[in-house]
């Protein structure tokens, strides 16, 4: 405990650090605030009274903290911003002149920034019509008076509530403890953490006789998935990389010892995403179902805690996780780079030998790494047939929301820690260092 307090004094003794974390709670204050400030013209009892949504729309509704549900300005939150990103990743794998910009450095950066900005409006001036009729005026007495004014207005709204979340992200990412997208996410889902926790736990209360001692084991087993989440976003493979020697006058340059540390999870989240939304196809289609088999095999791949549903997601996340990882990561560029910077690794020759090795690297290491990633997904269903959870505190017993909470987490103690480590004060922990995303990405090859 004094070493916590000691911890904390010498965080807070960094001028530095200090406004840092201050300018990002603020920045999430404004954030949180914002989400339940309603759209003009929405009656919030009759919202209230329609249930929260479910489905694509509950996924949407838990990154954006509850706001798409409470139909706020900030609703469609920071997911357009997301889904621009992504459009733009995928870009810069398919056409030249993207491929260039990324080269280009910070100039480069820059103008791919640009574009995503520009693309996040022109994604969320499309998704706007579609939230306002699908979750407010197909609902009865939820909007007053939807008239034409009434459209553009909160469609401006929306527009510029996503801009203002996008607007609030950068500036954490520069003045505050960095990573501003992610801790906006994370603040999301962990908003309804405590809510969840009281409902599980008043759940428990009322069953009759081990309810506390259930409580208890769920909390347990909860820790050892965490622990789980941990080693799964900090596994690498270092692959040791030799450069060599060059004298410049009296000086000697490279002749060192370097890795590449290959993520065992290179992917993160993003297959889950992408198979969740293919398995909310069948709860789509259910609507049009003519026939009662047709219907009966839509509604077997719609229950979430079946064992076909797990299965099918299970065996979507791990070719998932195996299509972004080639995307993600490009053997034949880090070779390039490794060979013009004079760098080898031993054993193996430049070039495309290079290349073939670390793709198979890859490919053995994808393996386990998408299979655990699997596991994860599925706990929350695991949990909720097995012990009974709630489907509100399921949700954190892996899936998309526990692994971008302990990623997140992760990269924000790392950023402190450095800063601490800068200053000479310790670290965070008694031995070893605190490793998050960021510090194995592929750049740091």
């Known amino acids: 405990m004094r070493n916590l ?206 309810g506390l001692i259930m409580m208890l084991l769920e909390i347990i087993f909860l820790l050892f998935i965490i622990i789980g989440c941990i080693l799964l976003v900090q596994g690498t493979r270092k692959i040791p990389v030799q450069f060599a020697k060059k004298i410049v006058g009296n000086r000697q340059y490279g002749g060192v010892r370097q890795y590449i540390p290959l993520k065992v999870n290179a992917a993160g989240v993003m297959p889950i995403i992408f198979a969740q939304a293919i398995m909310f196809i069948p709860i789509t289609l259910a609507g049009f179902a003519t026939s009662d088999k047709l219907s009966g095999v839509i509604g077997t791949l719609s229950n979430h805690n079946g064992i076909t549903y797990n299965l099918i997601f299970a065996i979507l996340i791990i070719l998932f996780t195996y299509f972004y990882t080639a995307i993600m990561v490009n053997p034949t560029q880090m070779a390039d780079d490794m060979k013009r910077n004079g760098g080898f690794i031993p054993g193996v020759k430049p070039g495309k030998q290079t290349s073939s090795f670390i793709d198979d690297v890859m490919s053995k290491i994808t393996l386990p790494g998408s299979i655990f990633l699997a596991i994860v997904a599925v706990m929350p269903a695991i949990s909720r047939s097995t012990f009974g959870v709630t489907d509100m505190f399921a949700r954190f017993f892996g899936g998309t929301s526990l692994l971008i909470m302990v990623g997140v987490m992760l990269d924000t103690l790392q950023q402190i820690e450095s800063h601490l480590l800068m200053r000479h004060y310790d670290g965070l922990m008694k031995s070893g260092r605190i490793k998050g995303r960021t510090s194995m990405s592929m750049a740091s090859a």
Request: avoid cysteine; charge should be positive.
């Open 5 to 210: 307090i000691q911890t904390i004094k010498n965080i807070f003794a960094i001028e530095d650090l200090r406004s840092r974390i201050l300018y990002t709670l603020g920045f999430i204050l404004i954030y949180r605030l914002g989400s339940y400030v309603m759209l003009p013209g929405v009656n919030a009892a009759a919202l209230h009274s329609k249930g929260q949504a479910e489905g694509l729309a509950g996924l949407i509704n838990m990154f954006a903290g509850g706001a798409f549900s409470r139909a706020s300005v900030f609703a469609l939150g920071i997911m357009p911003y997301i889904s621009a990103s992504i459009v733009v990743q995928l870009l810069g794998m398919a056409f030249p002149y993207f491929q260039r910009m990324q080269k280009e450095g910070e100039s480069g950066r820059r103008k791919m920034n640009q574009y995503t900005r520009f693309l996040t409006v022109i994604i969320t001036a499309l998704q706007a019509p579609g939230y306002l009729s699908t979750q407010l005026t197909s609902y009865a007495g939820v909007v007053a008076d939807p008239s034409r004014l009434w459209w553009i207005m909160s469609v401006v709204i929306l527009i510029a509530g996503t801009i203002f979340v996008m607007w609030l992200g950068e500036k954490i990412t520069d003045r505050g403890l960095g990573n501003g997208i992610s801790l906006i996410i994370m603040i999301g889902i962990l908003a309804d953490l405590p809510f969840a926790f009281v409902s599980e736990f008043a759940s428990r209360m009322e069953a009759k006789g081990g």
